[in-house]
């Protein structure tokens, strides 16, 4: 099986609670059709969101702002262009954990609660990032690659 390299992880964060503060870790633990060990429980196929530093960087840009990626409330920050070539597919994230993208995050009302603006800012060109259900869990890391069937 061929793959090519989407990016390489530069951070994770968890959401202990629905509006309690990001907690960031060096490593998860991702469960199979559930979620992150630590993260607030989600729907299966929204076990993990996923967020491209490029997306990032351009809507604090846009902003006139400096925040911290978890300000959108995403599991991982991937030092990738865009993930929106990973809907519909698997990732892997390090060695052993596979993520089925299902869909591209849509930023809720709760995002200009943070921010005014922020919610417009994240809609285009897949800016909110990505989420997926959990097919195969384990063990991630910040530094791990993040690859994809080519």
């Not at 996923?50 to 409330?73: D, I, N, P, Y």
């Not at 519909?88 to 709760?110: M, S």
Request: proline fraction near 5%; charge should be positive.
């Amino acid at each position: 099986m061929d793959t090519r390299q989407v990016g390489k992880i530069l951070g994770i964060a968890l959401r202990p609670g629905v509006k309690a503060p990001m907690k960031d870790v060096n490593r998860a633990v991702a469960v199979e059709n559930a979620g992150l060990q630590g993260d607030i429980a989600s729907e299966p196929d929204r076990g993990i969101t996923l967020l491209s530093l490029k997306q990032w960087q351009e809507v604090v840009r846009a902003l006139g702002t400096v925040m911290l990626w978890h300000t959108r409330r995403a599991n991982v920050l991937v030092d990738a262009d865009s993930l929106a070539p990973t809907v519909g597919k698997t990732i892997r994230l390090g060695d052993t954990v596979e993520v089925l993208v299902t869909g591209e995050a849509e930023p809720c009302a709760a995002m200009d609660q943070v921010r005014p603006g922020l919610r417009e800012v994240l809609r285009p060109d897949c800016r909110g990032g990505v989420y997926g259900r959990i097919v195969k869990g384990g063990t991630f890391a910040v530094g791990d690659a993040v690859t994809m069937q080519a």
